[in-house]
């Protein structure tokens, strides 16, 4: 794939990773791979913002090549030190040692522990300037959005936005930009990348958009340094960044469940049966057999979650525990919840769960529906019934 002109003078240089699928370790699954956007930006100057994933250096450096010398480069802009966007400037350094880099102080901390490197580094903070000619970069401090050292890069001759992190998705595609794909899997893997990366930093991102609208910033595109580049309706994102940091859903349950011979898994669906009675959409779940980060997803634009597990060591089964740890860990905003499960001659999984529920900051709206063994008829009638509460509680709730 050659090179892509952005806008006149700023390529797209980054790489196409099609076979990742999973990002953060094992913790979230790319289904759809992911790119490493990087942007050589030609002027008087010549300034590189962002690198890529180390193992796809070569293929950054034949692109910048079809333009100019890599050699020539005057700067090298690291937004964020996470080694998918930093792994390849020891490479372009050894072409360009003249080359300064330019991040904020504790960008300058982490890459020289990452990489060892006695580099000509420029620290900036928020409102910091560099002049290229035509072009000037203006930085943006963005603390813990979502490491401590990320900034974004702004072009006020372009109201470009280069953000790094924020507002990207993983998405492999030979496609550049939003308008060039289908907008329902953008948006849905945005909001995947959302729910998994900065749904903890949710108060940040508000602030933090406010503090640019404040700045009066004209933005006509975003460019990440994920996936396809925001140009036909850029605050198509931002809007969205903002429904969701607020805790905006909705009406929509999750039902999260493990089962060990059959009888929490019957309770499950016999509570979606009564919330599909009452018109309310659900989606469910076993959590063995399915992709934590899709479940996060959707969890993002759930209005209500269940969550229910056998009884094993008076506890919850295996596969539970971790999806309540990282529950405990997001802290999702303005969700309502309730705990079910089932248990023979002793309880204590759904303790387990409302607890959890709570430590996360989720309003138990039911007390727990527990059934010894396996549900009989009235049991059965019983979940329904619960279903259909839970369902009217969430169309009640703002």
């Given at each position: ?188 893997e945005a909001a995947k990348y959302y729910a998994n990366i900065l749904w903890l930093f949710s108060s940040l991102v508000i602030r933090k958009i406010e503090e640019i609208q404040k700045l009066g910033l004209k933005i006509s595109m975003i460019a990440p340094s994920h996936g396809i580049i925001w140009r036909g309706n ?147 009638q019983k979940c329904f019934e619960f279903g259909k509460k839970f369902a009217k509680k969430v169309t009640k709730t703002k």
């Open positions: 794939m050659p090179p892509i002109e952005v806008l006149e003078n700023i390529f797209w240089v980054g790489a196409v990773d099609w076979n990742v699928r999973h990002f953060h370790g094992f913790t979230y699954s790319t289904h759809r791979g992911t790119t490493y956007n990087a942007y050589l930006i030609v002027d008087e100057k010549t300034a590189l913002i962002d690198s890529v994933y180390g193992p796809f250096a070569e293929e950054m450096i034949v692109r910048i090549s079809e333009i100019i010398d890599p050699s020539k480069i005057d700067y090298v802009v690291a937004n964020h030190v996470e080694t998918d966007h930093s792994g390849a400037i020891q490479e372009i350094l050894k072409l360009a040692p003249q080359a300064k880099v330019i991040g904020t102080a504790r960008c300058k901390e982490g890459l020289q522990k990452h990489y060892f490197g006695n580099w000509d580094f420029q620290v900036v903070k928020t409102g910091d300037e560099i002049n290229l000619g035509e072009r000037r970069l203006k930085f943006i401090e963005t603390p813990m959005l979502h490491w401590p050292d990320s900034m974004f890069t702004y072009i006020e001759k372009d109201a470009l936005l280069l953000p790094n992190d924020a507002f990207g998705q993983h998405l492999a595609t030979s496609k550049r930009f939003d308008d060039e794909v289908d907008e329902k899997i953008l948006m849905d850029p605050m198509k994102i931002v809007e969205a960044y903002l429904r969701w940091a607020r805790g905006e859903a909705g009406r929509k349950i999750l039902v999260v469940y493990d089962t060990m011979y059959g009888s929490t898994e019957k309770m499950a669906k016999a509570m979606v049966e009564g919330i599909t009675s009452e018109g309310v959409e659900t989606v469910l779940v076993r959590l063995p057999v399915s992709d934590r980060g899709d479940i996060i997803k959707e969890l993002l634009e759930a209005k209500g979650i269940l969550v229910g597990s056998s009884t094993i060591n008076s506890g919850v089964l295996p596969d539970v525990a971790p999806f309540l740890e990282e529950m405990k860990g997001l802290r999702p905003r303005n969700k309502i919840a309730a705990a079910f499960g089932s248990y023979g001659w002793g309880g204590g999984a759904v303790k387990i769960i409302e607890e959890s529920l709570e430590k996360a900051g989720m309003e138990l709206v039911a007390p727990a529906l527990t059934v010894k063994w396996v549900p009989d008829k009235d049991e059965m």
